[in-house]
């Protein structure tokens, strides 16, 4: 038999929470650099000055180096048989699976838009999770999923063969949408 595989990686913009954490990491580090330089420069006897300058840009650079890339944040899915997982990647290094589930566990799947914003605010959802670029993203889909006796919804960018596979996998929730949306 051979399987069915889908996968696509979307990089989350730089705004709104993680642009403000970007801009204090800046800050930290000029204030990690500036301040205890100064300080050496004026306190500490000239023949250490420059060993210790040394010491504070390398700390200064480790520093940088293990904290930036987590502000780099990348979401990922793949589709594999009837299987779906989502995984959050960080600095493009360290990989977090953070749902892993068979695609038939969706009670709904459709296409997000100002209609699907009029039911999905009277459905009552314990947990989202956003797998997109931005809001303003295309082609942002999501699935409605029972765990752990919550309900969940996952939001995502569905490619055109993601889209086929859903389809294909979860018929019913697709159904099921769309006779909801034609209520409103």
Same mark, same amino acid.
Request: a positive charge.
């Given at each position: 038999?051979?399987?069915?595989?889908?996968?696509? #990686?979307? &990089?989350?913009?730089?705004?709104? &929470? $993680?642009?403000?954490?970007?801009?204090?990491?800046?800050?930290?580090?000029?204030?990690?650099?500036?301040?205890?330089?100064?300080? #050496?420069?004026?306190?500490? %006897?000239?023949?250490?000055?420059? %060993?210790?300058?040394?010491?504070?840009?390398?700390?200064?650079?480790?520093?940088?180096?293990?904290?930036?890339? $987590?502000?780099? #944040?990348?979401?990922?899915?793949?589709?594999?048989?009837?299987?779906?997982?989502?995984?959050?990647?960080?600095?493009?290094?360290?990989?977090?699976?953070?749902?892993?589930?068979?695609?038939?566990?969706?009670?709904? $799947?459709?296409?997000?838009?100002?209609?699907?914003?009029?039911?999905?605010?009277?459905?009552?959802?314990?947990?989202?999770?956003?797998?997109?670029?931005?809001?303003?993203?295309?082609? #942002?889909?999501?699935?409605?999923?029972?765990?752990?006796?919550?309900?969940?919804?996952?939001?995502?960018?569905?490619?055109?063969?993601?889209?086929? &596979?859903?389809?294909?996998?979860?018929?019913?929730?697709?159904?099921?949408?769309?006779?909801?949306?034609?209520?409103?």
């Amino acid at each position: 038999m051979q399987n069915a595989f889908c996968e696509h #990686i979307v &990089k989350q913009k730089t705004q709104g &929470k $993680l642009l403000i954490i970007k801009m204090a990491l800046v800050c930290f580090y000029i204030a990690l650099l500036l301040l205890p330089s100064l300080a #050496i420069i004026i306190f500490a %006897p000239s023949n250490l000055t420059i %060993p210790f300058l040394i010491v504070i840009a390398t700390v200064v650079f480790l520093v940088f180096k293990f904290t930036w890339r $987590l502000t780099s #944040i990348e979401y990922e899915y793949q589709i594999i048989d009837d299987t779906i997982i989502f995984t959050k990647i960080l600095g493009k290094t360290k990989r977090q699976t953070i749902i892993e589930m068979p695609i038939r566990a969706f009670t709904i $799947l459709g296409e997000h838009s100002e209609k699907s914003e009029k039911y999905l605010l009277d459905l009552m959802v314990d947990r989202t999770y956003l797998f997109i670029s931005s809001y303003d993203a295309e082609n #942002i889909h999501f699935g409605v999923f029972d765990a752990k006796d919550e309900k969940c919804i996952v939001f995502f960018e569905a490619t055109d063969t993601a889209k086929l &596979k859903l389809k294909k996998y979860a018929p019913s929730a697709s159904r099921a949408f769309e006779r909801e949306i034609q209520k409103i």
